[in-house]
């Protein structure tokens, strides 16, 4: 069965770095296209990347310019490398594919505060 597991997240400055981490496995990772999500306390989902089987990358405004989406076919894996972190970017990340239905990870916690 399709499973996706994000780690990576934590406490971090406003400015600093984080780099998330979502380990796929169930089905043919190479392809499928993959995208990263996240949710702020009382707010709705937002997706933040997203990235092709071909590794074509696209982002929200919000993070465009600051966040890269990487993939790593070999490895079935997928990266958030998150920099100039802004206390509003604090939310859960969720990485997450579309095989037949969305599935998603349980989430990695992002905090950015001083």
Known sequence: ???????????VQ?????RLSCAASGFSFSNYAMRWHRQAPGKEREWVAYISRFGMANYADSVKGRFTISRDNA???VYLQMNS??????????????VGKDYW???TQV???S
């Open 85 to 98: 972190l802004k206390p509003e970017d604090t939310a859960v990340y969720n990485c997450n594919v579309m």
């Open 14 to 18: 406003p400015g600093g770095s984080l």
């Open 111 to 113: 905090t950015v505060s």
């Open 75 to 77: 490895k079935s894996m």
């Open 1 to 11: 069965q399709v499973q996706l597991v994000e780690s990576g997240g934590g406490l």
């Open 105 to 107: 990870g349980q989430g």
